[in-house]
């Protein structure tokens, strides 16, 4: 069965500050990847995916993730933190196969201090 | 055009009563799927429906059903309600699979308080 680790419960950046939110993934073979984001109270927002192809991948409000095959992870970064970046972020994988579900990560909840 | 919507927003129940949550997905999107975020948590799959049939179910009990109309809206139900069923329930659509390149769209989600 697939499954996601995100080992940090809670992070506090500087505004300002680049950022980094690990994601490990235990999965047969490479899944499709994704982060989604969450605000207080709302549903989810896809930042970004991977699905093939270059291990870099960039998406929305300038985040990006790599996916490293050997280390089974899919970190996010940021460059610069903005205050409007604290939020809850979700690494998910789905399946190659079969079911089109995704499996999620606990989160990781993002502070961003002044 | 309109992302996914659900109905209702936020709903009371007390323990043992039944409740309906509603979906309505992305405008050609055929494949609904629900999720429950318990607080705290990241979401947990329960079903997914693609063009009308289920398609998968994630470990809850019986208790949770659900349906995907000709017009690809979905229902969930949930009967006997328990106060471990407060959560968020979150819908999502995809235009199709995730293994034919779709990407799963989410809805800001349904709390449900069981009291």
């Known amino acids: 069965a697939q499954s996601v680790t995100q080992p940090d419960i809670h992070i506090t950046v500087s505004e300002g500050a680049s950022l980094e939110l690990r ?11 994704f982060w989604y984001v ?9 930042l970004l995916k991977y699905f ?9 409000k300038g985040f990006e993730a790599e996916f490293k095959r050997s280390q089974s992870s899919f970190n996010l970064r940021k460059p610069s933190v903005h205050w409007s970046d604290a939020a809850e972020y979700f690494c998910a994988v789905g399946a190659r196969s079969g079911y089109s579900t995704l499996t999620f990560g606990k989160g990781t909840m993002l502070l961003v201090s002044p | 055009d309109a992302g996914v919507t659900q109905s209702p ?4 129940k007390t323990r043992g009563q039944h409740v309906t949550l509603r979906c ?12 429950q975020q318990v ?4 979401p947990q799959f329960i079903f997914q429906y693609y063009e009308k049939e289920e398609r998968g179910r994630g470990n809850f009990p019986d208790r949770f ?20 069923d407060s959560a968020l329930y979150l819908c999502a659509s995809s235009g199709g699979l995730l293994n034919s390149g779709n990407t799963i769209y989410f809805g800001e989600g349904s709390w449900l308080t069981v009291v």
Do not use: M
Request: with cysteine; proline share 6%.
């Open chain 1, 23 to 33: 994601c490990n993934y235990s999965y047969g073979a490479t899944p499709y990847l």
């Open chain 1, 38 to 46: 969450q605000s207080p109270g709302q549903g989810l927002q896809l």
């Open chain 1, 52 to 60: 093939s192809g270059d291990t870099l991948v960039q998406g929305i």
């Open chain 2, 9 to 12: 927003t936020h709903l009371i």
């Open chain 2, 24 to 35: 309505s997905p992305i405008s050609g999107h055929k494949s609904v799927s629900w999720y």
């Open chain 2, 39 to 42: 607080l705290g948590q990241g």
């Open chain 2, 65 to 84: 059903s659900a349906r995907q109309f000709p017009n690809y809206s979905s229902e969930l139900n949930v009967n006997a309600l328990l106060l471990g």
